[in-house]
């Protein structure tokens, strides 16, 4: 039997799709190869839509329900668009009981939103993490990818209303 | 690679070693270059440069050292110095003073406990090499059990050398080591597999973090032993994508590694070849039951499936798998190397050797600590951890996540291992030990970890995606102030149900921390049902009782 295996052209002439095929080419395209290619395309796009699931499906002749089914497992995973800036709240053990759900308290009283929601001026996404290992700085926040030690809740607000009035 | 060549690399390193006559070791881990490490370490760079002393001092990144809350760390190798809570501005006064009396305002006592009471076998080059440098751990005698193994010794002798030592896994269950490798040496396939869960997902548990980002090759070192011993060829690294240093410094030793012919093909000039991968995982807590990591890493969902089979048997893609935690295969190169009657004689009698805890919560000392089986937890708490701060209160100290239990004041003269622990009915875990004072109310923290649990159940078995919703409604109830009697006792049963009827290890322990709270601290849930209150102040009933009073 020849198995077909052209690959789908490209969504679109962005040069970003070419870093995705390099991931799935790496793997052979072979189908467990999916959440790599997910993380991938999170990395580069910020998260995932409807055409990179399909094509990622098809690319890696996955079905696209079984694509969306990874793609909604797992949490890191996240099918909007994040803000321009993210606030990172870590709820673990240790934050846990040493304040972190103050610290988000406070932020989601002046950004108005809830964890895994995005202000509707797209300025702020706010998230609350499973434990990101820094428990030894506990209460921790990462602020746009930079992880804060010891933070209190004037700090995170101080913050972010400097975020949401930039 | 020839054994020549390995020695060959070892003798140059501790050579251009000598030569220098000091070391400024800054911690690169990821808990101090959140307190900027990074910019510290340019800064002593750039002074050693102004002050015309490139020739003889150096800088260098090193792993963890341990004292997170003290960071970022500065340690002077030749006189084992270390500074702590440094700032990019102290740099000049540190390079100044090398050689003389160190900073006085900057030194960290290390002649606490938190230093002189631990015990370090799999931490022994955390926070000593520059973890982005092969060569380095070739200097500390890094490969070397692997060059043993394969040269001197058949496979059925590494599998009993790892059988004598004792080494239950670090994962958290404590399956015996030898066992597990035995198993997958006998279990018939063409291919084999070697995975490392290192999808540290417990909320309060960073210690596998920590040995990835300071010891990456001697993960690798172990999961190539481990492949020579079952005859596997090809290794997967599961690695949380929450890590990105710990991503990124085991994808370069991976590099390295390869490079120098320590990976790849007919490794030491043998018939023996292995290839390590990373895979990401993407949080999913779940991920960290085997069967569920293994679906993972054939990249779908990560849901667990019944066992027996278990993965020794028919692990990935339906081969025989052996997998084993990232703490469990840093300990295989020392074992080889030393022998494994070494190891069998550090630790207790059912606990050998060493084990890795992340500390962390209400305590003074706050950081990853390796000490001996059988310490007690009052020594890891009040002496290594230096007790609570700001003179509150011992209540509990929680081990084992969300899969464990929290243990009172009359334990702390216990013995830690996995049978004591399991004993007062908690577990050993993969090692995060949380402490908590009297500002903890211990119905919130089993609420806590019932929230935990039941959003990150799989949801393929009822027993755990149902129950764990029932209980969390349940703990919210009594943390309300609105429960009954009737309430616990529907919460204690379904404690048993979903205890005993789940399909994989989240649910089969995720009763663990309301059991453990109900037997300990019942007299907490009562105030909250009974007198509607809680005594801790916590809970939202109490501060709304304050208000109206």
Redesign the interface.
């Known amino acids: 039997m020849v198995m077909n295996l052209t690959k789908p052209a490209m969504p679109s002439d962005d040069k970003r799709w070419k870093i995705v095929n390099a991931t799935m080419r790496r793997h052979g395209h072979?189908?467990?190869?999916?959440?790599?290619a997910?993380?991938t395309v999170q990395e580069i796009f910020g998260y995932l839509d409807e055409t990179a699931l399909k094509f990622v499906a098809k690319s890696l002749r996955?079905p696209l329900s079984?694509v969306y089914?990874?793609a909604t497992?797992?949490?890191?995973?996240t099918l909007k668009p994040q803000g321009e800036h993210t606030c990172v709240v870590c709820?673990?053990?240790?934050c846990?009981?040493?304040g972190a759900p103050q610290i988000l308290e406070a932020i989601e009283h002046i950004a108005k939103i809830k964890p895994g929601e995005t202000t509707p001026d797209r300025k702020l996404s706010v998230i609350s993490?499973?434990?990101?290992?820094?428990?030894?700085?506990?209460p921790?926040v990462v602020f746009d990818g930079?992880?804060?030690?010891k933070v209190t809740p004037a700090a995170a607000t101080e913050k972010i209303r400097r975020w949401m009035n930039s | 690679m020839t054994p020549e060549e390995l020695h060959k690399i070892a003798e140059t390193e501790l050579e251009a070693k000598q030569q220098t006559q000091h070391t400024l070791c800054v911690c690169m881990a990821?808990?101090c270059?959140?307190?900027h490490s990074d910019k510290v370490k340019e800064s002593l760079a750039q002074q050693i440069e102004k002050h015309g002393l490139k020739e003889t001092c150096k800088v260098k990144g090193v792993g963890c050292m341990g004292l997170?809350?003290a960071?970022p760390l500065v340690a002077v190798e030749q006189t084992g110095a270390l500074y702590q809570m440094v700032a990019p501005q102290d740099a000049e006064e540190i390079v100044k003073n090398l050689g003389k009396q160190p900073v006085k305002r900057l030194v960290c006592d290390t002649t606490q406990p938190f230093f002189t009471r631990q015990k370090k076998i799999v931490l022994e080059n955390s926070g000593v090499v520059d973890s982005e440098r092969i060569e380095e751990y070739i200097a500390a005698k890094g490969y070397e059990g692997l060059l043993e193994a394969l040269t001197s010794m058949n496979q059925a002798e590494v599998v009993e050398q790892v059988s004598k030592s004792g080494l239950r896994g670090r994962g958290g269950a404590g399956f015996p080591t030898g066992l597990k490798w035995g198993t997958v040496a006998k279990a018939r396939g063409e291919r084999k597999f070697v995975i490392c869960n290192g999808d540290?997902?417990?909320?309060?548990?960073?210690m596998d973090?920590?040995v990835l980002e300071s010891d990456p090759h001697r993960v690798l070192e172990g999961m190539a032993i481990g492949g020579y011993a079952v005859g596997a060829s090809q290794g997967y690294i599961y690695v949380r994508?929450?890590?990105p240093l710990a991503v990124k410094r085991l994808k370069d030793a991976i590099k390295q590694a390869e490079r120098l012919g320590l990976l790849g093909h007919n490794i030491f000039g043998t018939t023996f070849s292995f290839n390590i991968e990373v895979?990401?995982?993407?949080?999913?807590?779940v991920c960290g039951e085997e069967t569920a990591l293994i679906a993972?890493?054939?990249?779908?969902?990560?849901q667990p499936r019944p066992r027996p089979p278990f993965p020794a048997e028919r692990g990935l893609w339906d081969c025989p798998t052996l997998i084993n935690n990232v703490e469990t295969f840093a300990n295989i190169p020392p074992i080889i190397r030393n022998g494994g009657e070494w190891f069998a004689g550090i630790g207790t009698e059912k606990g050998k050797g060493t084990k890795v805890f992340?500390?962390?919560?209400?305590v003074k000392n706050?950081?990853?600590i390796e000490v001996p089986m059988g310490i007690s937890l009052r020594e890891i708490i009040f002496e290594i951890g230096g007790g609570i701060p700001d003179g509150k209160k011992f209540k509990a100290v929680?081990t084992g996540?969300p899969s464990g239990g929290c243990i009172p004041e009359q334990f702390l003269d216990m013995q830690v291992d996995y049978d004591s622990l399991a004993k007062v009915g908690s577990i050993m875990g993969s090692g995060?030990m949380?402490v908590?004072d009297e500002t903890?109310c211990m119905v919130d923290?089993a609420k806590?970890?019932m929230e935990?649990c039941m959003t990150?159940s799989?949801g393929k078995c009822v027993p755990c995606r149902v129950g764990t919703k029932q209980m969390h409604e349940l703990l919210s109830k009594i943390t309300d102030g609105t429960a009954t009697d009737e309430n616990l006792a529907m919460l204690e049963e379904l404690c048993d149900v979903v205890k005993n009827t789940s399909l994989c290890g989240l649910g089969m322990t995720a009763p663990n921390p309301v059991v453990s709270t109900l037997r300990y601290f019942r007299d907490e849930y009562m105030a909250h049902i009974h007198d509607h209150r809680c005594p801790a102040g916590v809970c939202k009933i109490g501060k709304e009782q304050l208000a109206t009073v």
């Open positions: 072979s189908q467990h190869s999916l959440i790599e997910l993380h996955v079984k089914g990874v497992f797992y949490n890191f995973f709820m673990g053990t240790a846990y009981i040493k993490a499973r434990c990101f290992g820094s428990c030894g700085l506990a921790a930079e992880v804060a030690a | 990821a808990g270059v959140s307190t997170c809350m960071g540290e997902g417990d909320p309060g548990a960073f973090r920590s994508a929450e890590y895979r990401l995982g993407a949080g999913a807590f993972s890493v054939e990249g779908k969902r990560g992340a500390l962390a919560g209400a706050t950081g990853l929680q996540g995060g949380i908590m903890s923290v806590f970890f935990f990150e799989c």
